[in-house]
């Protein structure tokens, strides 16, 4: 069963169509990479999955389940807000601002979820961070509040807090976009960690290295729909449209 599947999705804000029918398998330990110019879809299609944004048409299923729907008969119907936070639970997300709770610590931020949705003892979920914090390289920075950390380590703690949760699949919605050009490679690399791990990962990304390096499938999109999808070389290299090529030429 593959992890994630996209079944025809739109979705429109009014009468702007901003995704025009996409269609796109994500199989289990694979990463993919979504690229394209900025207002092509594709921060929109990453929140569509776990339903932070709702669609409009089409599905996308997860694990083979609807996340902010049930089918009834031959109706969609929308799931219960109790059904779509546990289905969520299951979807790791890590966006472009980091989006921590500036009065917690660091080890606080990761414990979160594990306590209020997982319902997780005090001593596991504390035992459960210190390993993820550890893993992303901030074992000494658990008692340190996001004000006090770069926006590097600030987002790392955010990748340990999703991990927090024992994702199905991880989200990034251009996870270095907001950071300090020398800070983006410890991102990066923890990122490229995850993925040799096994870790079901969708990228958003405008870092055409690391998207050649790790993706096994890259995905162009272009004005609401995918023009392209491939091996990273296929597509980064031998692009076989002309809107991708162009593309490519302007931010290589």
Request: net charge neutral; hydrophobic share 45%.
């Amino acid at each position: 069963m593959a992890t994630v599947e996209f079944l025809n999705v739109h979705k429109s804000f009014g009468d702007v169509e901003v995704l025009k029918g996409i269609n796109l398998t994500v199989q289990p330990q694979q990463v993919v990479c979504l690229i394209g110019p900025s207002g092509s879809g594709k921060s929109t299609l990453l929140r569509c999955v776990n339903h932070l944004e709702m669609t409009t048409a089409g599905a996308i299923l997860v694990d083979g389940r609807m996340i902010g729907y049930d089918v009834k008969g031959d109706q969609l119907m929308e799931a219960r807000q109790s059904e779509i936070n546990k289905r969520r639970s299951k979807i790791g997300m890590v966006f472009q601002n980091f989006n921590l709770f500036g009065h917690m610590t660091a080890l606080e931020n990761v414990m979160h979820g594990p306590l209020k949705l997982l319902k997780a003892p005090r001593a596991e979920a504390e035992a459960k961070a210190r390993g993820l914090l550890g893993k992303v390289g901030l074992a000494d920075k658990i008692g340190n509040y996001p004000s006090q950390l770069s926006g590097g380590q600030q987002q790392r703690v955010a990748i340990a807090r999703a991990l927090s949760m024992d994702p199905d699949v991880m989200l990034f919605d251009e996870p270095t976009s907001a950071l300090d050009p020398e800070l983006v490679g410890e991102v990066l690399e923890v990122m490229k960690k995850l993925a040799r791990s096994g870790m079901t990962m969708i990228v958003v990304t405008h870092e055409m290295g690391f998207a050649r390096e790790v993706a096994d499938v890259v995905a162009f999109m272009d004005n609401g729909v995918i023009v392209e999808q491939g091996a990273p070389d296929d597509v980064l290299l031998h692009p076989q449209h002309e809107r991708t090529r162009s593309f490519l030429a302007r931010v290589s």
